[in-house]
């Protein structure tokens, strides 16, 4: 079982690039990738009737936010808190078309209904309502692998562990790392895509990384950038690892996964450093 | 804050056992040609007094290093370098003295004392050694000021081995050593750790076996003094160990590398990549660390929190800044020592000051906004509130 802390950390998002290089290169493309992927996000909801987006901005995101709405022709409405529906979601907003009944069923507390309009198939549904209804996780990443630590299987179409800097090609939690429906929710929206898009998403997705939570603090190392945000408090670290089978340009060499494998290394397996290890056993603490 | 000036980043002549450095050092390839230009225009922006750092800085050529040393000395009015002190020459004496160079040397004893600040090979390492000792006196002579880095392991704290190095401790105070400062070892690698830590016993004995000798010496020896002040509230001065250094920015430590780009402390670097510096600072580990029980590798309900903050995120237990210090033990029993003091003084700390509640609640909501202000900053602002009417 996870033993879990009761605090929660403010907010954040934090970047650690792994050199100046990495960062100009892959700054803007992910940025990029992000305002795409917002982009179709919000199209499909306006080309679908009932459909809805929820997001849970920060007072600072809010009027951009609005914004961006607009010029899809959908409204954003702050629906108030409720801790059956979503008590994860600090300032639930839903993105929709004004004629679409999703803030009706939420006000109706009808969470089959809004999890039907924000896209999710049933199985993801139950998951929701187990993860964050019942067990009061917040972050959804503690529904889709449970007690999962190590390797995580499962299409790379399903990792969602860049989604918190809105990188993911399935919009929602998925129930398990292997949900054959959420699979084909990301294709269809894959389909959707501009072709350079989607092909740039996939290969980021099958970067190798790691999800690495301990004490409130998400570590997610992949081999361009070091990534921190909040999670749910756990006493000990919990980790999980995408083996990957794409290594981004301008990736670091370094000492584990997921970087690249130093081709030798200098130091630490040569005779020299090995003697000297040899030397302080065998020299004890004579005085 | 201090600036480090790196010109041939870790490169160094030794490849001490324990070297937090050696992530680094085993991926590096050789570094490209520094780039003086660059490095001291980036010196200029920061705009304060630097250090010379490394891996080890005399490796860099001495008209070179004289160019950059007449820099300081014009710009700051002092220059500082940290080295081993193997490649001191007589040159470079005359050269410390004359741009004004205060000395910091690392050795961690004499003879089999120092072998773990290893060259390669036994025979190398006691060169070596002898090398860095005879410059240490030569400096001593010339009266260059110098003062010492001293860690502390099983090849010289031992119980065995630790009355030879409070001797040794005597004879540079003789000699007119300024001052020595005294580190735990952080281990980075369970191998160098099975070989080199000592337990928190050990440790405990040889910090309070110094802090006796202390009243002996001339020279200051840096053991209790930041723990002291940290307990009294007077933090303003206290090195970044004990202030809520947050890893992704490092604040206290500005490294300048060869081609004049900037740098995190290497301390937090476990995983060989030179991450650059996050664009903001944050207090995540205080606050975490403030919250999470001590039996998961947090510090909750410590009365020494506001003090200590977990130390030093480069020695979170596991190697993960998420944990508090390795340290805890030996720092518990420290901090318990000096308060102890404190109150026989009639001092009080503030482990046991009715303040407490509300500057650890103060702190608190200042990291939760980002901020990290000064226990001295709150202590008069707490004043200010109760005297006003
Ligand atoms: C990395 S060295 C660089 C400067 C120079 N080469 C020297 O030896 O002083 C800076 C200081 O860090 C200390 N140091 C390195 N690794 C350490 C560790 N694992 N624990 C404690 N101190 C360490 C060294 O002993 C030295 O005093
Ligand atoms: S990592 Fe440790 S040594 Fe480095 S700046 Fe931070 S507290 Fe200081």
């Known amino acids: 079982m996870i033993a879990r802390l009761d605090f929660h950390l403010p907010r954040f998002r934090r970047w650690l690039w792994v050199s100046a290089e990495a960062r100009a290169h892959w700054e803007p493309r992910l940025a990029s990738l992000a305002a795409g992927l917002e982009t179709l996000a919000l199209e499909a909801v306006a080309s679908k009737a009932g459909a809805a987006r929820l997001v849970d901005p920060t007072p600072a995101e809010v009027s951009a936010l609005r914004e961006r709405a607009r010029a899809h022709g959908l409204v954003a409405l702050r629906m108030p808190r409720r801790e059956d529906l979503a008590p994860h979601v600090q300032n639930p907003t839903l993105l929709t078309r004004a004629d679409a009944d999703v803030p009706g069923s939420w006000h109706r507390g009808d969470l089959d209904a809004v999890l039907a309009a924000l896209g999710l198939p049933p199985c993801c549904a139950a998951a929701w309502r187990r993860t964050h209804v019942e067990a009061r996780w917040r972050d959804g990443a503690w529904g889709t692998h449970g007690e999962l630590q190590g390797e995580v299987e499962g299409p790379a179409l399903l990792n969602r562990m860049l989604a918190p800097i809105g990188v993911h090609a399935c919009a929602h939690d998925p129930c398990g790392p292997r949900c054959e429906a959420s699979v084909d929710r990301a294709r269809g929206r894959l389909d959707r895509a501009p072709a350079e898009l989607a092909e740039h998403l996939e290969q980021v997705l099958d970067w190798p990384m790691e999800w690495n939570a301990l004490h409130g603090v998400v570590e997610l190392r992949t081999p361009v950038v070091k990534l921190s945000w909040d999670t749910d408090p756990c006493a000990s670290a919990v980790v999980r690892r995408r083996p990957g089978r794409v290594m981004p340009e301008h990736a670091a060499v370094g000492q584990r996964f997921p970087y690249r494998d130093p081709n030798h290394h200098k130091l630490l397996h040569s005779v020299g450093w090995r003697r000297g290890l040899a030397h302080a056993e065998a020299s004890g603490e004579s005085p | ?389």
């Open chain 2, 1 to 389: 804050m201090s600036v480090e000036l790196r010109p041939l980043g870790v490169e160094c002549n030794l490849a001490c056992q324990y070297c937090y450095q050696n992530p680094q050092r085993d991926l590096a390839s050789r570094p490209p040609p520094y780039d003086m230009d660059a490095m001291l225009a980036t010196l200029e922006a920061e705009g304060q007094p630097f250090a010379l750092f490394g891996g080890e800085p005399l490796l860099v050529p001495l008209p070179d290093l004289e160019r950059i040393w007449a820099y300081g000395l014009e710009r700051f009015g002092q220059n500082r370098i940290q080295s081993n002190g193997a490649l001191i020459e007589a040159a470079h004496v005359e050269a410390f003295l004359r741009y004004r160079v205060r000395v910091g040397l690392s050795i961690d004893g004499p003879g089999e004392l120092n072998d773990a600040r290893w060259a390669g090979t036994l025979e190398r390492t006691r060169a070596r050694t002898e090398a860095s000792l005879t410059a240490l006196r030569q400096l001593c002579e010339a009266e260059v000021p110098t003062s010492l880095i001293l860690t502390l392991h099983r090849q010289n704290a031992s119980p065995e081995r630790l009355p030879r190095l409070l001797t040794w401790v005597r004879e540079l105070d003789a000699m007119g050593l300024l001052g020595a400062r005294l580190h735990l070892l952080e281990v980075d690698d369970a191998a160098v750790g099975a070989r080199y830590a000592l337990d928190t016993a050990e440790n405990l004995a040889a910090l309070e076996a110094f802090a006796a000798l202390e009243n002996e010496l001339r020279m200051g020896l840096d053991v209790f003094g930041d723990m002291r002040t940290m307990l009294l509230g007077e933090d303003e001065r206290a090195s970044c160990v004990w202030r809520s250094c947050d890893p992704y920015t490092t604040a206290a430590v500005r490294s300048v590398e060869g081609r004049g780009e900037l740098s995190n402390c290497g301390r937090t670097n476990k995983e060989g990549v030179d991450f650059g510096k996050a664009d903001a600072p944050a207090y995540l580990r205080s606050l975490l660390l403030y919250q999470t029980p001590q039996a998961h590798g947090g510090c909750q309900g410590c009365r020494f929190f506001t003090a200590c903050r977990g130390h030093c995120p480069g020695t979170g237990i596991d190697g993960d800044w998420r944990n508090r210090s390795e340290h805890c033990e030996v720092y518990f029993a420290l901090f318990e020592r000096l308060e102890a003091e404190l109150i026989a003084k009639g001092e009080e700390p503030l482990s046991r000051s009715p303040l407490r509640p509300a500057i650890e609640a103060r702190l608190t909501r200042a990291w939760a906004r980002g901020e990290n202000p000064s226990l001295a900053q709150l202590r008069r602002r707490l004043a200010r509130e109760e005297s006003s009417p």
